[in-house]
């Protein structure tokens, strides 16, 4: 199936331009149409003008209106998935917006805020050991990427099995949490074909964020563990080809499923190369992951690395202790510092 196949069943794939290099590219949109005239959006791209630029003429080259979009798809709650979903509105009718209840509240007018969750942001990554310029720095980043987008009043709940009806082909919900606890994908399984979104990319790994829950608490989601057993499921369903949320469709899902896995498991063995000399923070252990990542990508450099310290702490293999008002990872079994009197935490 090439992407000239879908179009003629009314699957459309518009790009537009983002700023997030680490993202891998320009972020996908795709357009479905139904039997009666009009369209589902899946996903909106950022808040920027350049992007809604871009999203209006795409419509436009396809011969399509801003007018005829009622319904709004966004599979995940990340500023350049539904960024410009209140633009669409305002270009339109009024399109209706759904999202994972998981994810919901990062779109929703009603949700919080940024600012209001940085708090407990730097009082975590501090607990890692991250330094308090490097947490300025981070927080500074993410609050002016949440700029490039505005909230959605109403934003409906969408959960794993409804359908979302095209002209010829009929898309299942699929919950694959991981990237982030409601992410979703479309699923059409008479023709083997998955909007993925960022669930699944071809040439970069989906980074795991850190996610903290209401009150702050940690631990409440393992974003690299349910990714992983999201991965699992996916690799089941009989794909002919991937339409990711960055980069060009792909085919053989499996060959790239189990290269992420191998991946993961290169990055927790060198973890744990380095925690065999003893205990370490776990900013310690990212910047020695990645001694060349700017300030500014912490917050994604430390996802990464807690996430594969999460998986590796399920196995069993490291242990996360109090120490000194922070934490310090461990090898379990002999490795670090086996005389460690420090209270356990959960991983």
Same mark, same amino acid.
């Given at each position: 199936? &090439? ?29 479905? *149409?139904?039997?009666?005239? #009009? ?43 539904? !960024? ?5 509105? *305002? ?36 607990? /890692? ?30 959960? *794993? !099995? ?15 949490? !991981?990237? #982030? ?11 083997? /074909? ?16 850190? *996610? ?12 690299? /563990? ?7 499921? #996916? ?64 917050? /994604? &450099? ?46």
């Amino acid at each position: 199936m &090439t992407e000239a196949d879908l179009a003629a069943r009314g699957v459309h794939r518009i790009a537009v331009p983002i700023p997030f290099v680490a993202a891998g590219g320009p972020v996908n949109l795709v357009v479905i *149409e139904a039997g009666d005239g #009009t369209l589902t959006l899946f996903d909106a791209g950022l808040g920027t003008p350049e992007a809604q630029g871009a999203l209006e003429a795409g419509l436009l080259a396809l011969g399509l209106r801003f007018e005829q979009v009622t319904r709004i798809v966004v599979s995940h709650g990340h500023v350049d998935h539904f !960024g410009a979903a209140r633009f669409v509105q *305002e270009q339109g009718g009024g399109a209706a917006v759904f999202a994972h209840p998981a994810d919901l509240a990062k779109l929703d007018e009603a949700g919080p805020r940024f600012a209001d969750r940085s708090p407990a942001f730097d009082a975590h990554f501090a607990r /890692l050991g991250v330094p308090a310029e490097i947490r300025e720095v981070m927080l500074r980043s993410g609050e002016r990427s949440y700029g490039w987008s505005r909230r959605v009043d109403g934003v409906r709940p969408l959960v *794993e !099995g409804e359908v979302v009806e095209g002209r010829h082909l009929r898309f299942t919900v699929q919950h694959f949490p !991981g990237h #982030t606890p409601g992410l979703i994908a479309l699923h059409e399984p008479t023709r083997g /074909l998955l909007l993925a979104a960022d669930h699944l990319l071809e040439r970069i790994s989906p980074n795991p964020l850190i *996610e903290l829950g209401a009150d702050g608490q940690d631990g409440f989601f393992r974003p690299l /563990l349910a990714y992983l057993h999201s991965l699992a499921r #996916t690799r089941a369903l009989d794909l002919e080809l991937v339409l990711p949320g960055h980069g060009a469709p792909f085919g053989e899902h499996r060959r790239i499923i189990d290269g992420l896995v191998g991946f993961y498991l290169k990055r927790q063995a060198k973890l744990a190369g380095l925690l065999a000399d003893g205990p370490r923070s776990g900013w310690a252990l990212c910047h020695a992951l990645f001694p060349t990542a700017p300030p500014d990508a912490t917050f /994604l &450099t430390m996802s990464e690395t807690v996430a594969n310290l999460e998986a590796m702490a399920a196995r069993r293999e490291v242990a996360r202790e109090a120490r000194d008002g922070g934490w310090v990872y461990r090898l379990v079994g002999g490795g670090g510092d086996a005389a460690a009197t420090a209270s356990s935490a959960p991983a």
